[in-house]
Nanobody, 125 residues
Framework: QVQLVESGGRLVQPGGSLRLSCTAS??????????VGWFRRVSGGEREFVASHDYRDRRTKYADSVTGRFTISRDNLKSMAYLQLDHLKPEDTAVYYC????????????????WGQGTQVTVSS
């Protein structure tokens, strides 16, 4: 069955960097046909969009709060997706989720049927 597993979350100081990884399986070698999204949820808060990488036009999209600091990428041959987090701030503390959608340019998290369990990122001195 389809599975997404995030890794790489940890405690990091403000201004630091992290790279989150998302390992995909069960896509029958068709991971390249799925748009990948990263979302996050602050404790007690709503899930919010962070970044996406469209499978069709390879367009990347970012939330305003992370533009210029985070970078999404993917390696379809390895069925992997990544989120590079630079210049981290305490307000980036959240559980980060990887998601996959068969749609091009999904507009909300409802368009993503596949989700990982999340990885905790904590930004604190």
């Amino acid at each position: 069955q389809v599975q997404l597993v995030e890794s790489g979350g940890r405690l990091v100081q403000p201004g630091g960097s992290l790279r989150l990884s998302c390992t995909a399986s069960g896509f029958n070698n068709n991971f390249r046909l799925y748009t990948v999204g990263w979302f996050r949820r602050v404790s007690g808060g709503e899930r919010e969009f962070v970044a996406s990488h469209d499978y069709r036009d390879r367009r990347t999209k970012y939330a305003d709060s992370v533009t210029g600091r985070f970078t999404i990428s993917r390696d379809n041959l390895k069925s992997m997706a990544y989120l590079q987090l630079d210049h981290l701030k305490p307000e980036d503390t959240a559980v980060y989720y990887c998601a996959a959608s068969g749609r091009s340019r999904p507009t909300s998290f409802y368009d993503y049927p596949y989700w990982g369990q999340g990885t905790q990122v904590t930004v604190s001195s």
